[in-house]
């Protein structure tokens, strides 16, 4: 866990400093992703507010004999804020592996990140419990003015249908069952260390089981709540477009950085909105990060527990903010939101049901349950109730069992796509019919590689996979 929690904090912190670069970006008159007429925007930029959104345009073009026409030509428009997103502020490159050049916007507001959340944890939970006061409850006063602001707006009730329609052809996809549990895993910090780092602080007999009913409550609502207020304004941005909603619903960062700060600019006084979005964003990211940078923090003094690093906690703390600094330059790079989505899909979705599996049979089968609920009644006065119980020693194990076997890679996984391979890696893979994949030589004349023998002759080898 405290594994899980250092891996996490690394990229997270840089998500968190993206949005401090949109919130100082967002100290301008006009936002500067509302419209095209930018250095970085390309022909194919048409922006709401620029008047110019078409699916069909001419362009000038030249021919050698010098003489120019107009040549129809359709494309696929591309929004200011996207192209904001991916070509100023990332500057993204066209492949995993070419790094490019480190952001030094990118990389200031990482410093700046790193700043606070040390300053914040710099007398350990003492101090970060003071901030966390105003870093959780301030977020709820934001989602507020943006909720009454968004269902007022023209469209919003058809963004708020789409969200509250379910879509039942995908309720026996594996996937999504899995999605939800790492979404569900990932919202309440189990599996991180968290819980665990922040419940030791706590008096011996705290009511633990009343802390963990109201948080899971209070969880599932925020995240219905905060639904409405995403998709209220994305509904007024499909109506303003004349479009779907599904068109302007995006996931991930393309959410957050993309389709949000787009809809912003259809509001008045966007800058404002777009302050108070971001501000939301950096506050809801802060209190993230404090828990997993106290975890790891925690883990180690406990770990040396010498009286000296007891006394010095302050320049761990600060060690590990400098580690965390120095590990996420590299996702500052052209390169680096390849490489940070890379790690939250594949360490820290998945792997926290996996650890939870873990947890619950290692407690329940090796240390046993019996002695468990025996801890539990001395330290709450009273046992678990019989439904946590069996969950704990059946129902749950063997839902994430399940879970884990339904959404193991098959043949023809997102990744092993031809249409998912890009750059360097697009020639080198071609659909097969026998085995699914078949690995092509990146050099046509060494596809026949020499195989030497044991006795010293040699034979040709096809280098096919």
Known sequence: MMVVSTYIGIYYNVVICIAF????????HVLPWAYCNNPWNTPDCAGVLDATNLTNGSRPASLPSNLSHLLNHTFQRTSPSEEYWRLYVLKLSDDIGNL???????????GVSWVVVFLCLIRGVKSSGKVVYFTATFPYVVLTILFVRGVTLEGAFAGIMYYLTPQWDKILEAKVWGDAASQIFYSLGCAWGGLITMASYNKFHNNCYRDSVIISITNCATSVYAGFVIFSILG??????????????DHGPGLAFVAYPEALTLLPISPLWSLLFFFMLILLGLGTQFCLLETLVTAIVDEVGNE????????????????????????????GIYWLLLMDNYAASFSLVVISCIM????????GHRNYFQDIQMMLGFTPPVFFQICWRFVSPAIIFRLKNATKPSRDWGPALL????????PTIAPSPEDGLEVQPLHPDK???PIMGSNGSSHLQDSRI
Request: aromatic share 14%.
């Open 21 to 28: 670069y949109y919130f100082f970006s967002s100290m301008t």
């Open 100 to 110: 490019g050049e480190v952001r030094l916007p990118l990389l200031g507001c990482l």
């Open 360 to 367: 619950c049979v290692s407690i329940m089968y090796i240390y």
């Open 447 to 449: 596809a026949q590689i």
């Open 308 to 335: 000296w690093i007891l006394q010095k906690k302050t320049y761990v703390t600060l060690g590990v903010a400098v580690a965390g600094f120095l590990l996420g330059i590299p996702l500052t790079s052209q390169a």
């Open 419 to 426: 249409e998912h391979r890009t750059g360097r890696y697009a």
């Open 236 to 249: 007024f941005m499909a109506n303003h477009l004349g479009v779907d909603v599904s068109r302007v619903a």
